[in-house]
């Protein structure tokens, strides 16, 4: 397999990658490209700004060769895990001799085949959601990777957000709030009061209870951890008591029970995984670890797992995998890694 690898620059500050936004009118497609890889592995590396989704926004907007540039990098990302499984079950794996590549020497090789998408739509939904989508930027509150906070909104309400969690307060009258998960998962107390948390086509409503939520994109699940809330979706309403929990998207689920260790050990800095397939304890290890775990064996992802982690030492959770399962680790430097 032969791949086109350019030496690596060293990775631009982010005023360096804004200065790059002057004077590239003109520019072929290929600078243009390395500009845009530049962006990309800054955004990544989850360091990015404000200021710098901002700055990206702009440089797309300079012209459809800019925009062009821009989405076939982030589409490259979108499309990483799958080339990368393909190759290793035809037996195309990494050379031990080979030098690892970075992520922009990765891309380079395949950049001119790559279709233009629409540069607008991969920050509405950001491949691998390496960055914020612009809803959950625009959002009233916002928790970065890794990183958990607390709001008391008064009348006894308090908000725990996790990781890449975002969410807007609707409401706040008299005993009554009402708020938007935008994103990602929280944890709700109401001593007093009625609280309603709304997420993708349904919403909460609970009084004197506490309870999680998690919002994934494709569905929403809901844990009662004390008391009782009620569920509505579509015009349909279920309670769900202390020690069960459902998931709903267009209709709601059956109720289930409960571990709460497993859906809230998170507000307890651990992650708690019960027979669950290592596969998806990755997934969920990658939100709250910038970068991303790329896992290359199907087989050993199959592998059942129970475990508790500390989320203070998460990369523990990498040297884990490759003592135990015997996972051949290689890293890329940051925050990505393969699993093979």
Not at 107 to 132: K, T, Y
Not at 211 to 216: G, I
Request: hydrophobic residues 45%; proline residues 3%.
């Amino acid at each position: 397999m032969n791949v086109l690898c350019r030496p690596l620059r060293p990775r631009p500050a982010a005023n360096e990658l804004a200065s790059m936004m002057k004077g590239d009118e003109h520019d072929s497609d290929e600078l243009l490209r390395n500009r845009a890889k530049d962006w990309v592995v800054h955004l990544a590396t989850g360091d990015a700004t404000q200021a710098d989704l901002d700055e990206v926004r702009r440089w797309c907007a300079r012209s459809p060769r800019h925009a062009a540039a821009y989405a076939q990098v982030c589409r490259l990302w979108g499309m990483l895990e799958t080339p990368l499984l393909e190759a290793q079950r035809h037996g195309l794996g990494f050379s031990g001799r080979a030098r690892p590549m970075g992520r922009r020497a990765f891309i380079g090789g395949a950049v001119a085949a790559s279709a233009a998408v629409v540069a607008g739509g991969l920050l509405i939904r950001p491949p691998l959601d390496l960055w914020p989508s612009l809803t959950e930027l625009g959002s009233d509150y916002r928790t970065g990777v890794g990183e958990q906070r607390k709001l008391a909104l008064g009348g006894d309400v308090l908000i725990e957000m996790n990781t890449r969690t975002s969410l807007n307060i609707r409401e706040v009258d008299g005993d009554k709030r009402d708020i938007e998960l935008v994103a990602g998962e929280a944890a709700v107390s109401a001593q007093s009061g009625v609280v309603t948390v709304r997420a993708a086509a349904g919403a909460v409503s609970a009084a004197n209870a506490q309870f999680t939520l998690r919002f994934d994109r494709s569905e929403v699940r809901v844990t009662c951890l004390n008391g009782t809330v009620d569920v509505g979706v579509r015009g349909r309403s279920v309670g769900l008591n202390a020690g069960k929990q459902l998931a709903y998207a267009d209709d709601i689920g059956a109720a289930t029970a409960a571990n709460p260790d497993v859906s809230a050990g998170w507000r307890d800095g651990v992650l708690v995984f019960e027979n669950e397939l290592l596969s998806h304890v990755i997934d969920e290890v990658n939100r709250y670890r910038p970068g991303h775990i790329v896992l290359l064996n199907a087989e050993i992802g199959r592998r059942r797992v129970s475990a508790r982690f500390k989320l203070s030492r998460l990369d523990m959770v990498i040297t884990q995998f490759h003592e135990v399962f015997g996972a051949k680790v290689r890293s890329l430097g940051g925050g990505l890694v393969m699993l093979s």
